[in-house]
């Protein structure tokens, strides 16, 4: 993996954490911001130190050979450590218990990052080793204790999250479910970074070259890893903002029928409201609702059944017809100017207004049978004929 590959990594996951800093002072106190903002940090610093030329910047800033592995390994097993709190305070609980577990972590890996210095201070590690200090000390006394006690660290973390991850996914749906299940696969990603590094370093031990999958297999795992884990915490806050985007989007149709030329409904918005989706959303589904209020007593329920029978024997599920019904009773209100006046015996066409019911209409809008009874013109006088 080229070294540039690690610096776009980095960079993508701190633009990801700049777009964070304002939650992360709106919500300071709150433990899950400062928990995930450490994550993408530590994430984006594991990238940033593991490139090649920022190890040899670091060696040669310090004056001491190989001073950036345990830099690298502490900040590694710092991440693994915000994973682990971050999943804890995510899942939640009784507040003794969150606390509880938080600390017993964090003191066992405050405990393994001191363990790392002290180790590497004990060793010898003379020659600078940029892509294989892994294996080329994997012999080398407390050097040697190093590199097993990172790896250790890691993959405890990574079992752990993994198993808690998949475990709630059963719990819950949604985007939260989407996120864990990135989650848990990001983890087994960590899990076989972790496997594939041991097994380089133990065929070491006994005499063995595997050095391959510590210096190619290894870095392509925990790329697909960090995507993955930083994916699954990002998934459950932007899902939602993601899915008021779509709908915002396929309500325009629905819109622009019912209410486009209401000002009303055409005021812009303040700067600050401006790139609210969630305010623009509702915004658009409460002026959908007034349009279709509006429409109630013009709406034809034999408009509907017209357009529901020719959806259904075009192969269209119930839902599918139901809505493409509705769209074209709909449309032929809302386009007869003046509205056709329905007699007593047409029936009152009713729409549901949920807003997934309402996405479903304006799409429906689109379809060919709604175009159809636009052109025929749809009135009840023209049904009766």
């Given at each position: 993996?080229?070294?540039?590959?690690?610096?776009?990594?980095?960079?993508?996951?701190?633009?990801?954490?700049?777009?964070?800093?304002?939650?992360?002072?709106?919500?300071?106190?709150?433990?899950?911001?400062?928990?995930?903002?450490?994550?993408?940090?530590?994430?984006?610093?594991?990238?940033?130190?593991?490139?090649?030329?920022?190890?040899?910047?670091?060696?040669?800033?310090?004056?001491?050979?190989?001073?950036?592995?345990?830099?690298?390994?502490?900040?590694?097993?710092?991440?693994?450590?915000?994973?682990?709190?971050?999943?804890?305070?995510?899942?939640?609980?009784?507040?003794?218990?969150?606390?509880?577990?938080?600390?017993?972590?964090?003191?066992?890996?405050?405990?393994?990052?001191?363990?790392?210095?002290?180790?590497?201070?004990?060793?010898?590690?003379?020659?600078?080793?940029?892509?294989?200090?892994?294996?080329?000390?994997?012999?080398?006394?407390?050097?040697?204790?190093?590199?097993?006690?990172?790896?250790?660290?890691?993959?405890?973390?990574?079992?752990?999250?993994?198993?808690?991850?998949?475990?709630?996914?059963?719990?819950?749906?949604?985007?939260?479910?989407?996120?864990?299940?990135?989650?848990?696969?990001?983890?087994?990603?960590?899990?076989?970074?972790?496997?594939?590094?041991?097994?380089?370093?133990?065929?070491?031990?006994?005499?063995?070259?595997?050095?391959?999958?510590?210096?190619?297999?290894?870095?392509?795992?925990?790329?697909?890893?960090?995507?993955?884990?930083?994916?699954?915490?990002?998934?459950?806050?932007?899902?939602?903002?993601?899915?008021?985007?779509?709908?915002?989007?396929?309500?325009?149709?629905?819109?622009?029928?019912?209410?486009?030329?209401?000002?009303?409904?055409?005021?812009?918005?303040?700067?600050?409201?401006?790139?609210?989706?969630?305010?623009?959303?509702?915004?658009?589904?409460?002026?959908?609702?007034?349009?279709?209020?509006?429409?109630?007593?013009?709406?034809?329920?034999?408009?509907?059944?017209?357009?529901?029978?020719?959806?259904?024997?075009?192969?269209?599920?119930?839902?599918?017809?139901?809505?493409?019904?509705?769209?074209?009773?709909?449309?032929?209100?809302?386009?007869?100017?003046?509205?056709?006046?329905?007699?007593?015996?047409?029936?009152?066409?009713?729409?549901?207004?949920?807003?997934?019911?309402?996405?479903?209409?304006?799409?429906?809008?689109?379809?060919?049978?709604?175009?159809?009874?636009?052109?025929?013109?749809r009135t009840p006088e023209n049904q009766q004929t």
């Open positions: 993996m080229g070294s540039a590959v690690y610096y776009l990594a980095a960079c993508a996951l701190w633009v990801g954490l700049a777009a964070k800093l304002p939650a992360l002072w709106r919500d300071r106190r709150d433990p899950f911001m400062r928990c995930l903002c450490a994550v993408v940090l530590f994430a984006g610093g594991c990238f940033a130190l593991a490139a090649p030329p920022t190890l040899g910047a670091v060696n040669q800033l310090t004056g001491i050979p190989n001073a950036a592995a345990p830099l690298t390994y502490a900040v590694v097993t710092a991440y693994s450590a915000a994973c682990l709190i971050l999943v804890v305070q995510w899942r939640g609980g009784p507040p003794q218990r969150v606390r509880r577990d938080c600390h017993v972590w964090l003191l066992a890996y405050s405990t393994v990052i001191v363990l790392l210095v002290v180790l590497f201070a004990a060793g010898e590690a003379p020659v600078e080793r940029r892509t294989d200090l892994d294996t080329y000390y994997a012999t080398t006394p407390f050097i040697r204790e190093m590199i097993t006690l990172y790896l250790v660290a890691h993959m405890t973390a990574a079992v752990t999250t993994a198993t808690l991850s998949w475990r709630w996914t059963r719990q819950v749906t949604g985007w939260t479910r989407r996120g864990l299940r990135s989650l848990a696969a990001g983890w087994l990603f960590n899990i076989a970074f972790g496997a594939a590094k041991l097994a380089a370093v133990a065929a070491r031990w006994t005499g063995h070259d595997w050095d391959v999958l510590s210096t190619r297999v290894a870095p392509a795992l925990v790329a697909t890893a960090s995507v993955l884990v930083t994916g699954g915490y990002l998934l459950p806050l932007l899902g939602p903002r993601l899915s008021s985007a779509v709908a915002l989007i396929r309500l325009r149709p629905l819109f622009r029928l019912l209410v486009a030329d209401d000002t009303r409904y055409t005021v812009s918005l303040s700067w600050r409201s401006a790139f609210d989706i969630d305010l623009h959303l509702i915004r658009r589904t409460t002026a959908i609702r007034d349009g279709l209020s509006r429409l109630a007593l013009h709406l034809d329920n034999r408009v509907h059944a017209t357009a529901h029978r020719q959806a259904l024997a075009d192969g269209a599920d119930p839902m599918d017809a139901d809505a493409i019904g509705t769209a074209a009773m709909v449309a032929v209100a809302a386009t007869r100017h003046p509205p056709p006046r329905v007699p007593p015996n047409a029936g009152k066409g009713r729409v549901n207004t949920d807003q997934s019911h309402l996405v479903r209409l304006s799409r429906a809008l689109r379809t060919s049978i709604v175009a159809a009874a636009l052109r025929a013109g």
